[in-house]
């Protein structure tokens, strides 16, 4: 959804025909102007996008419920999984080299992404399975391919918003259905070991954890939507997404949903983008503090007890001394990519009966970044999280700058900072092809675009 210096001015006019000065950061680019052959290859490539996204929020075994434990060393892969998004992210890769400049897509922030993958390759050679390690990193990257074109395929941000907020749309509309003739499908029953859960609302995913950010993203694609004129969709995406998260019982969703909508409203209110980012840094600060710096301060233990009723986090804090003690044993190196949890280094060992969790059956950390410090050791895991949370904070600055990305690059540090506070409690960092990942990759890729780019406005 680019065009580069090379291709037409169009989305150099401004409504009244005027020609507009390009910022010099955005090197004479505008977002979501591609090179199109015909108009008709416009709406096919917003039709294309729009389904891509579709496919990636529903994931291709949605309403399968929690999956089945595995054996000790057994492989984890999924070859619908496989063959299913190997398929799709050839069909984007072709849409992508057909109907988009070269030089757009040059700037989507290969070299970061480079730093990101590479480490993880790294790590991944040096795991307990080589081999299932770098076969789960290669459909990470394959699924990197179809976030890529959901944002370059669109003609202009119009396209991409209606493209999103469709998505967005049959998503909730499929998943409210399935609430009303297969609910057992939707909510989490009460046999099992998630019957603590009973009656919550878990949609298409496993688990209600992994459902409630979602969905919490779609109501802010809602909110974006409304701010790009899609008044009705935008409104019923927000109510159905808020009332879905309000269903889940997931309640620190349900405390930063509002938190991270609040921090970007209020940089957008007082227009200063500069306050959001200093504000959300203070917050990243208390939220790890009563996390994770719980387990390590009796201090803090002791202010978080006054605070909540459940400090425990429903036993992650066992979970986090657990990683925490790992991370101490091999600090530089870590473990290797998706080669920790429910693998012999901790399959093997005994049985803790003092604990609230058998660690050995824990498919993570609760924590990216615990599990991030795991995988590719300190380092790395620093390096990680300053690429995938610190720089596009940096990228939404610059972003702000340009008046026509305002409304874009909102949207994605809007995900990115509710994602930031989402992985003091759940991992996702590079996980396949696990909607969170994607959203979240989605926005890092796309406020960066928006830091070099200028959106183009709907073509008259």
């Known amino acids: 959804m680019v065009r580069s210096r090379s291709a037409r001015r169009v989305g150099g006019l401004s409504e009244d025909g005027r020609e507009t000065s390009m910022s010099d950061s955005v090197q004479g680019s505008t977002i979501s102007d591609s090179h199109r052959s015909a108009a008709g290859t416009g709406a096919f490539s917003g039709i294309l996008a729009g389904c891509g996204l579709f496919i990636l929020m529903l994931s291709l075994q949605p309403f399968a419920g929690p999956p089945e434990p595995t054996a000790p060393g057994e492989s984890t892969g ?31 922030g290969f070299s970061r992404w480079a730093v990101v993958f590479g480490i993880a390759a790294l790590s991944a050679l040096q795991s307990f399975d080589p081999t299932g390690s770098l076969r789960g990193l290669l459909l990470t990257a394959i699924v990197m391919i179809v976030v890529a074109g959901i944002l370059v395929l669109p003609d202009d941000e119009h396209g991409f918003a209606v493209a999103a907020v469709n998505a967005c749309l049959v998503l909730l509309l499929l998943v409210y259905a399935m609430l009303m003739v297969a609910p057992q499908l939707v909510i989490h029953g009460s046999e099992g070991a998630e019957g603590v859960h009973a009656g919550d609302w878990r949609g ?19 909110i974006y939507g409304w701010r790009c004129g899609l008044r009705w969709r935008g409104t019923i995406i927000v109510a159905l997404g808020v009332l879905f998260v309000l269903n889940s019982g997931s309640k620190t969703t349900l405390g930063f949903l509002p938190l991270a909508i609040g921090v970007v409203a209020m940089g957008r209110v007082t227009g200063r983008p500069g306050l959001a980012i200093f504000a959300h840094l203070v917050l990243v600060g208390l939220i790890a503090a009563l996390t994770v710096g719980s387990v390590m301060s009796p201090a803090l233990n002791g202010i978080l007890k006054a605070l909540i009723s459940d400090p425990t986090f429903t036993g992650r804090d066992e979970i986090w001394k657990f990683a925490l003690q790992r991370i101490a044993e091999r600090p530089w190196s870590g473990y290797g990519y998706a080669s920790f949890w429910q693998t012999p280094a901790v399959t093997g060992l005994e049985e803790n009966y003092e604990a609230s969790w058998d660690v050995r059956g824990i498919g993570s950390g609760h924590d ?80 960066g675009l928006t830091a070099r780019m200028r959106a183009k406005p709907p073509q008259s």
């Open 78 to 108: 999924n070859i619908v999984n496989q063959i299913g998004y190997f398929g799709l992210g050839l069909v984007f890769l072709a849409a992508m080299l057909g109907l988009t400049q070269r030089d757009v897509l040059a700037r989507l």
């Open 204 to 222: 298409h995913l496993s688990h209600k954890n992994f459902a409630a950010p979602v969905f919490s993203i779609v109501a802010m694609i809602g």
């Open 368 to 447: 990216s970044y615990l599990d991030a410090a795991l995988t590719f050791g300190v380092p790395g895991a620093i390096v990680m999280v300053f690429v995938l949370m610190g720089l596009p904070l940096v990228d939404y600055l610059r972003a702000c700058r340009i008046a026509p990305n305002r409304r874009l690059a909102d949207l994605f540090v809007m995900i990115v900072i509710f994602m930031t506070y989402i992985g003091m409690l759940e991992s996702f960092l590079l996980n396949r092809a696990d909607p969170l990942w994607v959203l979240f990759a989605l926005a890092v890729t796309g406020i």
